[in-house]
């Protein structure tokens, strides 16, 4: 195991966006089928409008986050550890502009 979270500090990072992408076969909802890439695929591409994929803000497609439901995906954003379900690709932008300003100038913020 090595720890590396100097090195990640270092390279400027401050935010990550987790967006579940999980799918299974069951009877009960799961993101992967309620447009869960879709709204990774919008996420990657509103932060990539604002030169922030990959340098400041990480994002990451997950496993179940512990909010299913068949109205949209689970996105949980960190280190402010805001949660949110039901989310649409259109959902994104005003998602991300809140969470990171219009212009993503609010990153590293924290939720006491």
């Known amino acids: 195991m090595e720890e590396r979270t100097a090195e990640v500090h270092e390279r400027g990072f401050s935010d990550h ?3 579940c992408t999980n799918g299974r076969e069951s009877e009960h909802a799961c993101c992967g089928e309620a447009g869960g890439e879709a709204v990774f695929d919008a996420v990657v591409e509103w932060l990539r409008e604002r030169d922030l994929l990959w340098s400041r803000v990480y994002v990451a497609e ?3 986050l512990g909010l299913c439901s068949a ?9 402010r550890s805001s949660w949110y379900s039901d989310v649409r690709p259109d959902d ?3 998602l991300l502009a809140e ?3 219009p212009d993503g ?5 924290t939720v006491d």
């Open 92 to 94: 994104v932008a005003a």
């Open 105 to 109: 100038s609010r990153l590293g913020v």
């Open 17 to 19: 966006v987790l967006v």
């Open 71 to 79: 109205d949209g995906a689970a996105i949980a954003v960190h280190p």
């Open 62 to 64: 997950t496993g179940c």
């Open 99 to 101: 969470e990171f300003g």
